[in-house]
């Protein structure tokens, strides 16, 4: 059974740093990019990142680069998504999503989400 | 890169068809077959529904089908059950450098 299991819920300080992770389980690892969609409160879904298996190549939206890093440790499955000085506005739940390494390929499995909560 | 244009919300009685509409442009939606849907019910997280346009994965009702025409795709629900009533997000590949550019998202509400 495919699997991509989160690290737990997040409660922050503005200006704080975090790195969240997802580990990929019931499926060849190598086949298949890791990336992160974030939801907002009440939001839609926008995808922000995405690391190949060896985590050589990498693609960010507009909008999330140079804000957050996505890296890859092949040698335990895991992707993570990382911020340096997290913000108010960074308040989401992300899910980590997996596609197979090919153009054009579907998200086709989603993590249960890690809620992160940015708040003085 | 804006997201791409679903109706905020549509309704139908159960055994009804509705149809969702997802507008974009010639850089995305227009110009791939890369257009997938997904169901997400409150609280847990989104379910792939239709790929490559109108293809469904394995478990996915044949109730559910999808369409494009030029920059518009569509998702279709046939014979609407109850528990179809959920948000529905379409998106498509923009690109190498743009691989999921999503819709604003629909509700369905089942009468």
């Known amino acids: 059974e495919v699997q991509l299991v989160q690290s737990g819920a997040e409660v922050k300080n503005p200006g704080e740093s975090l790195k969240i992770s997802c580990k990929g389980s019931g499926y060849t690892f190598d086949n298949y990019w890791l990336g992160w969609v974030r939801q907002m409160p009440g939001e839609g879904l926008e995808w922000m990142a995405i690391i190949s298996p060896s985590g050589s190549d990498n693609r960010y939206s507009p909008s999330s680069r140079g804000q957050v890093t996505i890296s890859v440790d092949r040698s335990i499955s895991t992707a993570y998504l990382q911020w340096t000085s997290l913000k108010a506005s960074d308040t989401a739940i992300y899910y980590c999503v997996r596609r197979l390494a090919k153009t054009g390929a579907p998200i086709d499995y989603w993590g249960q989400g890690t809620l992160v909560t940015v708040s003085s | 890169q804006s997201a791409l244009t679903q109706p905020r919300s549509v309704s139908g009685s159960p055994g009804q068809s509705v149809t969702i509409s997802c507008t974009g442009t010639?850089?995305?939606?227009?110009?791939?077959?890369?257009v997938s849907w997904y169901q997400q019910h409150p609280g847990k997280a989104p379910r792939l529904m239709i790929y490559d346009v109108s293809q469904r994965p394995s478990g996915v009702p044949d109730r559910f089908s999808g369409s494009k025409f030029g920059n518009t795709a569509s998702l279709t629900i046939s014979g609407l059950q109850a528990e179809d009533e959920a948000d529905y997000y379409c998106?498509?590949?923009?690109?190498?450098?743009?691989?999921?550019?999503f819709g604003t998202g629909t509700e369905v509400i089942v009468l």
């Open positions: 998106c498509s590949y923009a690109g190498t450098n743009l691989p999921y550019v």
């Open positions: 010639s850089s995305d939606v227009g110009g791939y077959i890369f």
